[in-house]
């Protein structure tokens, strides 16, 4: 299910400050559209319509405690717990392919959406810094091409494999 802003805003809230207590990844996906739902202003039902075949297909690709919602029309925000950059962008190559790469059938017709991604890492900051930087990473996307990702690297991000490393006793003790 979609969220409306202000749930996705609470959520992000929530994940970052896990992120930071947790020490772990923390990955967004800003999504814009084509501009189909703007021109379909008076098609209410239209939209909608295209929005629920939309969370369908996400439906098959997020896990149950990853954050959807919508930020504006055209666009939805994915909060994405436990996740690096690089997973983030690999998840957005298959979201450009398996939920933007078919048409939608809708009131008898078929529409084609062409979406950019723009990917970035938490790496423990402010969410609305890190929604600031999903904003500009999703406009230099749509100026790079249609169905482009761009991803802004966090000069923190944690690196995944330093999860791997055994944290000595003495360490675990202090937290």
Same mark, same amino acid.
């Given at each position: 299910?979609?969220?409306?802003?202000?749930?996705?805003?609470?959520?992000?809230?929530?994940?970052?400050?896990?992120?930071?207590?947790?020490?772990? +990844?923390?990955?967004?996906?800003?999504?814009?559209?084509?501009?189909?739902?703007?021109?379909?202003?008076?098609?209410?039902?239209?939209?909608? *319509?295209?929005?629920?075949?939309?969370?369908?297909? =996400?439906?098959?690709?997020?896990?149950?405690?990853?954050?959807?919602?919508?930020?504006?029309?055209?666009?939805?925000?994915?909060?994405?717990?436990?996740?690096?950059?690089?997973?983030?962008?690999?998840?957005?190559?298959?979201?450009?392919?398996?939920?933007?790469?078919?048409? =939608?059938?809708?009131?008898?017709?078929?529409?084609?959406?062409?979406?950019? =991604?723009?990917?970035?890492?938490?790496?423990?900051?402010? +969410?609305?810094?890190?929604?600031?930087?999903?904003?500009?990473?999703?406009?230099?996307?749509? *100026?790079?091409?249609? *169905?482009?990702?761009?991803?802004?690297?966090?000069?923190?991000?944690?690196?995944?494999?330093? =999860?791997?490393?055994?944290?000595?006793?003495?360490?675990?003790?202090?937290?």
């Amino acid at each position: 299910m979609l969220l409306s802003r202000d749930d996705l805003v609470s959520a992000l809230f929530c994940e970052t400050d896990r992120a930071q207590r947790l020490r772990m +990844p923390l990955a967004l996906i800003h999504i814009g559209f084509s501009d189909w739902i703007g021109r379909q202003s008076a098609r209410g039902d239209a939209r909608e *319509a295209v929005m629920r075949l939309i969370d369908e297909r =996400f439906k098959r690709l997020l896990r149950c405690y990853d954050s959807i919602g919508r930020v504006a029309d055209g666009e939805l925000l994915l909060i994405l717990p436990g996740c690096s950059l690089l997973n983030a962008k690999t998840l957005a190559e298959r979201i450009r392919d398996r939920v933007f790469g078919s048409p =939608f059938e809708v009131l008898g017709q078929e529409m084609h959406l062409n979406a950019c =991604f723009g990917v970035v890492s938490s790496g423990g900051r402010s +969410p609305f810094v890190v929604l600031r930087e999903a904003r500009k990473a999703l406009q230099r996307a749509h *100026a790079t091409a249609s *169905a482009s990702i761009h991803c802004l690297e966090a000069e923190n991000e944690m690196d995944p494999a330093s =999860f791997l490393m055994p944290v000595p006793q003495d360490e675990l003790l202090r937290r």
